[in-house]
């Protein structure tokens, strides 16, 4: 895992969580590291369990020299499309840190520029950079967190399990009980076979 602070000053990593899923916010979280800063658990959040990431969370909120998360909702998604939602979460999450970074870099292949500071798309950087990983835990964590709230509220669905992604199990509970309203209306929520008037 590369930190990247051989070339840059003040890097800030960024990533998103959900933008896959059919109910639920995409969420992007973005951090700038101390340069002296090492944890061997750090990898992508996709590839760690639950408890390692709650873990990883408050490790790095409290050890970051800065971090931002926001979330982007079902309505925003839905108006502007899913690709364009997950890189405004992440130039919100950019816009929330507290120290100005000189360089970001960005988990995939597209990012739009923030303000006139220089970035660099890496795909798979989320296993090649400690701060993109660190970004990865923030969004996933915190998005998972927010699905866990309402799932509360819409506990048919078990998105405290699923987190909103496209399961048989999710699938189910939409063609059984219809759409809520934190569902992606533009989203493929059901196969061709099964439709949803909305």
């Known amino acids: 895992m590369l930190s990247f602070y051989d070339l840059k000053l003040s890097v800030a990593g960024t990533d998103e969580a959900g ?8 969420t992007a979280a973005a951090i700038i590291l101390p340069k002296s800063f090492e944890n061997s658990l750090i990898n992508d959040s ?19 020299v800065c971090y931002g998360v926001a979330h982007v909702f079902m309505e925003e998604i839905d108006k502007i499309n899913i690709l364009n939602a997950s890189i405004l979460a992440m130039h ?6 507290t120290k100005t970074p000189n360089h970001i870099i960005v988990d995939g292949n597209r990012f739009k520029p923030f303000r006139d500071i220089p970035h660099e798309c890496i795909i798979k950087g989320d296993g090649k950079y400690m701060s993109i990983a660190a970004a990865s835990i923030l969004a996933k964590t915190y998005r998972d967190a927010y699905m866990e709230r309402i799932h509360e509220e819409y506990p048919m669905y ?32 059901l196969p061709d076979q099964l439709t949803i008037d909305f």
């Open 92 to 97: 919100r999450a950019i816009e929330k840190l």
């Open 46 to 64: 996709k590839i760690l369990n639950h408890a390692t990431r709650n873990s990883l969370k408050a490790c790095l909120e409290e050890e970051a």
């Open 19 to 26: 933008r896959g899923c059919l109910a639920g916010p995409v």
């Open 158 to 189: 078990n998105w405290k399990k699923n987190k909103g992604y496209p399961t048989k199990e999710h699938r189910a509970a939409i063609e059984e009980y219809g759409p809520t309203k934190y569902h992606r209306k533009s989203f493929k929520l």
